[in-house]
Nanobody, 112 residues
Framework: EVQLVESGGGLVQPGGSLRLSCAASGFTFSSYVMRWVRQAPGKGLEWVSSIISGDGSTMYADSVKGRFTISTDNAKNTLYLQMNSLKPEDTAVYYC?????WGKGTLVTVSS
């Protein structure tokens, strides 16, 4: 059974940091491009970042470039998203996905 389980969300003040994790199981993690996608309240899905697990190549949306860092630990089948200098507009549910399978998401709220 394929599972993607996100964790690490929460409430943080503007300018703060959070690290999201996504534990994957049931498929060969390193064979897929893994992604973080977010959905802000009342809005559609927005792609945030991608990583090619095999070679570590990364891509970022312009809105998060320079503030967020995506990474993987292939030995642990885990995807990460380090989020720094958070802004209120980063408030969203963050999903881990390879577009075949999706996690249930973790809520990040940036507010003072």
């Amino acid at each position: 059974e394929v599972q993607l389980v996100e964790s690490g969300g929460g409430l943080v003040q503007p300018g703060g940091s959070l690290r999201l994790s996504c534990a994957a199981s049931g498929f060969t993690f390193s064979s897929y491009v893994m992604r973080w996608v977010r959905q802000a309240p009342g809005k559609g899905l927005e792609w945030v970042s991608s990583i090619i697990s095999g070679d570590g190549s990364t891509m970022y949306a312009d809105s998060v470039k320079g503030r967020f860092t995506i990474s993987t630990d292939n030995a642990k089948n885990t995807l990460y998203l380090q989020m720094n200098s958070l802004k209120p507009e980063d408030t969203a549910v963050y999903y881990c996905t390879n577009y075949l399978w999706w996690g249930k998401g973790t809520l990040v709220t940036v507010s003072s």
